[in-house]
């Protein structure tokens, strides 16, 4: 079941501004989809150089083409922001190709939720399930995955669920990337079994100028009880501590992840000052 959802007044199918009433969820993920999910804090999308970056090598790395400049992208993705008077919010964009390889663009404000300052203090339930993308380092939309993963966070009342691949290896979240932390280190698993998120990008970027040391390595699900702290990163929650995974506890307010926490925060303040249009 599609669950896609259209907020405020208007979206953008292909190089034209349309009223949401006309935004058919059903359309959107007919053939290969590939996606992009960028937050927009007081009207300007927040890292979006690296979200268009890892859009069109998503799109080059499935073996397909597109007719769009990066101009031409820019130019929609500010058309949906100042039509809808966009302030604060998640934007998804994407192209879905269907079986002759025609490309449709589409863009909209999409559903989202931010943790609130309670979940950054204590942390959050996270689940396991078995589950690995065919293709991690492409953003392609799947739908099954998605289901699963929604349905398990809705029983449950968690936040996110971690996938666990037939190694019993955890790769990533379902919407996220996940970090492990030891004293002054943390961990997190190889960028080729995972979705390279921007979040995750600069997490290890901040890390490195705190010196905070990153290594990236294959995490057993049996041997998680190791580590005295855990946090996910991504679009919507940005670094978000984890209290605990299944029946493993983990210290939300671990020393090195509210480092990195503090030093994220203040990569938003530096993109968000930078940013321009052009």
Known sequence: MN??????????RNNNIVSSCDFIPEQLNKGVVIYEV????????LFYIEHVERFY??????????DLSKKSLTL????????????????????????????IFTAWVCPFFYPNNKLY???????????????????INNSELAEKANSIISKNNIYEVLLVNKNDLITEGSRSNVFFVNNNNIYTPTTSSVLPGVTRLKVIEAANIIGI??????????????FQGAFITGTSPKVLPINNINNTNFNPK?????????????????????FTWE
């Open 3 to 12: 669950t896609e959802t259209c907020l405020l007044t208007n979206f953008i």
């Open 38 to 45: 960028i937050r927009v804090i007081d009207s300007i999308p």
């Open 57 to 66: 090598n998503s799109i080059k790395n499935y073996g397909l083409d597109i």
């Open 76 to 103: 929609r993705i500010k058309a949906l922001i100042q039509s809808n008077k966009l302030i604060d919010g998640n934007i998804k964009f994407q192209f879905s190709f269907n079986k002759d390889n025609q490309e």
């Open 121 to 139: 203090n204590i942390g959050i339930s996270v689940k396991t399930i078995n589950a690995q993308r065919n293709n991690p380092g492409i953003k």
């Open 213 to 226: 040391k990153c290594f990236e390595t294959e995490i057993d699900i049996n041997t998680i009880s190791k």
């Open 254 to 274: 671990h020393t090195t992840i509210k480092k990195i926490m503090n030093k994220y925060n203040r990569y938003i303040e530096n993109d968000h000052i930078s």
